[in-house]
């Protein structure tokens, strides 16, 4: 019995009867006003819908206290979870993806560290230690840990302006450190406070944007490399950059060095389309760079090229992360910088292993805790912080083949972290003679990745406003600067919100012939408007942002069809009928302009009638006495409903 | 024909008719794509929508050039189109109102230059030039326009942040001049730039609050005039004022002048007693407050309490208005000092005015164009700059006592303007001897009308995070300083937008039993969830503040239920119904959080199917082809056709 709807397709006979039953709903029911909440309850539920929507206790419930300090330690050490189960096959997966990503991030690391004006192995140092501190930490398992080009690029930019890398070197390195313990702290106390969901006001356009003007930026200062320019523009944007580029093109560029770049770019992109164009060779771009590098080296070893002009790495320390704990800057005005550099630098950070984590957690469908993300993210940067490290995070790139390379856990950052150690205090000598020429071919090979174009198209198809914002940030970064690109795409993607909230859709609603449905006569054109009744659908929740707009934009509906009707000598308006589906809140500002609208109504004899307002709605109405004043009987279930109670009063049916 | 809904309630055979056209629904009705904008258009429906919703030039369609400009004309002049049906029995009321009101404002002026730091005739001149123009360009009938207490008291504390009025008087003068300058100047923007709708971002709970707050912190500073104290306090909070009130106990009050203020505010709040109690002596609390000047003036001029210690006006400048145009910054530091404070002053007073007019516009079922006023209130502020006038704008309490006078243009505005000509000519000599705890006794009783619990009350009743935003202006205002107030209260007020756009309800829905009606849940106990399925609604746009939110949500909604279902071994859940009515939006983030969503659901093989996507979100399901993806046939007009479809091939039909 009961469910006369998921049966009433098969038996036509039982139609005439649900019929009747519907003909009765009038009477059988009432709009819904839920019990009222105790404010207590109220309040704690909002609470927990904010900032525990993902109810992270859920698993200690009912267990019992042995158990639940095992699953506290597993919230903060997800290894004692999932390395119970880890077995020689996950093992083998993760040896493959570990050593693939270990030969991808060496080069990409020297590389990044540049960006960020450090020495080479200060990258090195950050693909040691951090990804150690994930993998026992963090819930992804497919992530890849480490300085990344954009982060790099935004640190180096915001560090600049404080002070000057060349001049002042030591002081430099202090802030960097400085800047990379507060990032930790900002991630780590977004994760502690719930406040995760802050990042998802950077929208998917804006980061689309975003990083494909970093892209740009980056390649374009890697013509310094690949040029061989000495004398290059310390600014960021394009016009600077050009102009440096096209001022030194007789006495700057050096050939030998362009000759080694070009060649290079050449075979890393060729590598890049192979893997794109057979995802069986996924490892032939992974190892490209490794091989340039090695390639690279060999040859201006033996040709001696460095006497030539070309520029190569020459000094990198060997050993592994001496400690940096007695130079972060804890106090003082260094302090207060590296802080402000740190929380964007971290935010940033942030943003990209927090969209990494959730797409490979898609793919693979299992669930991430963002706020747990976050606490291992900051933790793994503080720690690094102590330990020569700057900003890491999790890298697009690396971590796309970390995952095609069939990595299972985060055991594979392990591997990575080893080999990188093993680096350190092995080979790292043998990179004296490393063409800067080739650290520039591979970063941009790297970042021509980060370029979607596909997106952004897509945003265009779907979205005009969304690639607003998009090409905002992006025409921001390149043009202007890093935080600049940055700053405009959050603040197009609040005014995108605050639009929203400002200016609802408020639609025309009509009949579909021959049912009880009514639906926006835009949308459907075979609709009939009922003689008599204007139906009107608020697509909003009614707050004082724009309480008054769905006044008067009602109201000046109500005038232009009251217009037409008497132009054509049609009956007059007799029913407002708003209906309230989509209004999924109401404040007192709105309660506000429903009066003044039902006050505006009475004055020209129109009757106003609410359909469906929803369990808040109806319990504000409730409390503001507003359900008596425009009465209870004048509140229906559907538009349907209150059209077929109301039209045999109006004129129509006489 | 077509109607047979609204006559179906009458005509019981044609319902089985009507029925069997409802079965063929599914086939007959498709949801609806609408027509694809062109892209200019979109932008263009999108800012009209915007800064155009009122449509302003719609009454120069389809008219003769000639009317054009007439209408141009009292587009920017109303009194030309009201002017014309002006007659004697409209001047009766407006003579009555105006010499009420005029009566009400000379002493409020005098009293509010002092909040201002500014000599009194200067309230008076802002009682003389700003009503004047407002009257010839203003649409609103009911306003009174001069100074206010608030935003003389929030004008007062930022000027003296900058420049101390006792020992600077010149440049503290001419900084009020330039903040009114501007105040008006970003007036007359904001109506010129149609961004009127700015201010609606003040919400009601949060501008009671503020009100309330004010009233408070000048009330208290009253009793600096009141208590006769000499050193006061110069700061606003109540813990310094009443610090300063006790410090002064013993050498600081003078009895001579509390004995005047305390009966003086006794008769005051008497008579506002009597006229809340009897509308029809509405003139006995307006006209008070002169009586009062009149009696305490005489009464100090004859027994000369002055030499007692009781603190007089002393000198008060006689004639009008001189000109302050040289007197205005328009470059400098203190230029843009003015040009800050102008825009707080300016937006707070335009909430004012603007709160005002649209009170009273509903009363009188009249349409007041927000934007033009704006440029109204603006320019009369800018001329008013320069005829030393300070901000003006509409008072609560006179506008309220003018409407009550029987006024019925804005030529009671004129009245009052020409009373205060003839008093700022003739009588002002004569305020020497009032007292100045008359002038404090004549605020208090004022500004106690903004303080409105039952506001407060209701909006405890209705929504507590507004009730929040109340309090933490008040409290802001109260106990730190009016900008703090006014700090918090906007920021509460965003952060409440914000939280309803990152943390929309969901709702999951059940079959009233016996209908096609499908409602929350919570809201309707007797609702049946339907085996097999699921059936969800989100009750918010899908933006990326809360893609992410809604898809988790969705997903740990599935996941409770089939442990429910597993545990009462029940029938698994074959089918994911997601009502869209309420979702008007969506963007790029929304329509990867459904992919994903679409996919973490694949997995689990269970079936996604949406009921009534609105247009936008079917025109971007469309382009982004993730209509494609699941299939034109898993989108339904309503859930009922979703269910009614999907059943027959459930386990449950077996």
Not at 105 to 129: E, H, M, R
Not at 260 to 289: D, E, Q, R, T
Not at 477 to 491: R, T, W
Request: with cysteine; hydrophobic share 45%; glycine share 8%.
């Amino acid at each position: 019995m009961g469910h006369s709807v998921s049966d009433g397709g098969q038996k036509p006979e039982s139609d005439v009867a649900s019929q009747h039953q519907m003909e009765n709903v009038r009477s059988v029911y009432k709009v819904g006003l839920p019990p009222r909440k105790k404010l207590t309850k109220e309040f704690t539920d909002t609470v927990k819908e904010t900032f525990f929507a993902d109810d992270p206790l859920r698993h200690f419930r009912d267990q019992p206290k042995r158990k639940k300090i095992m699953l506290g330690l597993q919230a903060f050490f997800p290894v004692l979870d999932w390395g119970r189960q880890y077995n020689l096959k996950k093992f083998k997966g993760d040896l493959i993806a570990g050593l693939t990503i270990a030969s991808l991030c060496i080069p990409q690391d020297i590389g990044y560290a540049k960006l960020a004006n450090l020495d080479p192995q200060y990258g090195l140092y950050s693909s040691f230690v951090p990804p150690l501190i994930y993998s026992v930490m963090g819930s992804s398992r497919d992530i890849a840990i480490g300085p990344v080009a954009v982060v790099s690029l935004l640190l180096g930019t915001l560090l600049r302006n404080e002070i000057d890398p060349q001049k002042n070197k030591e002081e430099y390195l202090r802030l960097a450190f400085t800047a990379t313990f507060f990032a930790g702290i900002t991630q780590a106390a977004l994760g502690c406070l719930r406040l995760g969901f802050l990042i998802d006001f950077l929208s998917h356009a804006a980061i689309v944007g975003f990083m494909g003007g970093a892209a740009i930026t980056i390649a374009l200062q890697q013509l310094k490399g690949l040029l061989g320019i000495n004398n290059f523009t310390k600014k960021t944007d394009i016009i600077s950059v050009m102009r440096s580029v096209w001022g030194e093109v007789h006495h700057g560029w050096n050939w030998e060095t362009i000759i080694i770049g070009i060649s290079f770019l050449a075979f890393l992109l060729l590598a890049k389309y192979i893997g794109k164009k057979n995802k069986k060779f996924f490892w032939v771009p992974a190892i490209a760079p490794l091989i340039s590098v090695i390639l690279a080296t060999f040859f201006v070893y033996i040709t001696r090229a460095d006497k030539k002009g070309v520029q190569i790495v020459r000094k990198i320390r060997k050993g592994v992360n001496p400690s940096s704990v007695d130079q972060i800057h804890f106090t003082g005005s260094y302090a207060a910088k590296g802080f402000r550099i740190g929380v964007v630098a971290g935010m940033v950070a942030l943003t990209e292993a927090v969209a990494i984590g959730r797409t490979f957690a898609a793919m693979k469908d299992y669930q991430l805790d963002g706020n747990k993300e976050l606490v291992a993210l900051g933790t793994m940067n503080v720690i690094g912080s102590m330990t020569s490290c700057y900003v890491a995070t999790g890298s697009f790139s690396r971590s796309a083949v970390n995952y095609m390379a069939g990595c299972q856990t985060a055991v594979s950052n392990m591997i990575m972290s080893l080999v990188v150690f093993l680096t350190l205090e092995v080979i790292t000598p043998l990179f004296k003679y490393t063409p800067n020429a080739i650290l520039a071919s591979i970063i941009i090979s790297a970042v021509i990745g980060l370029l979607d174009y596909e997106a952004a198209l897509l945003i265009w198809k779907i979205d005009k406003l969304d690639f607003i914002a998009c090409m905002g940030a992006f025409f921001g970064v390149v043009f202007a600067s890093v935080e600049i690109g940055l700053l405009i795409s959050v603040a197009i993607s609040f005014a995108k919100l605050l639009l929203q909230v400002t200016r609802p859709r408020i639609a025309l609603l009509g009949n579909l012939p021959g049912t009880t449905i009514y639906r926006n006569v835009e949308q459907y054109p075979e609709t009939i408007q009922v003689p008599g009744f204007l139906i009107v659908r608020v697509d909003s929740a009614i707050y004082f942002s724009n309480s008054n707009y769905v006044k008067e934009r009602i109201l000046r509906w109500l005038t232009d069809e009251e217009d037409k009707l008497k132009e054509n000598q049609l009956p007059r308006i007799e029913f407002l009928i708003v209906e309230m589906s989509p209004v999924i809140d109401i404040d007192t500002s709105g309660i506000h302009a429903i009066e003044d609208l039902y006050k505006s109504l009475r004055k020209r004899d129109i009757q106003l009638v609410l359909a469906n307002p929803g369990p808040v709605v109806m319990d504000k109405l409730v409390a503001s006495k507003f359900t008596d004043v425009i009465g209870h009987d004048k509140i229906f279930l559907t538009v349907g409903e209150a059209v077929l109670t109301c039209a045999p009063k109006s004129s129509l049916a006489a």
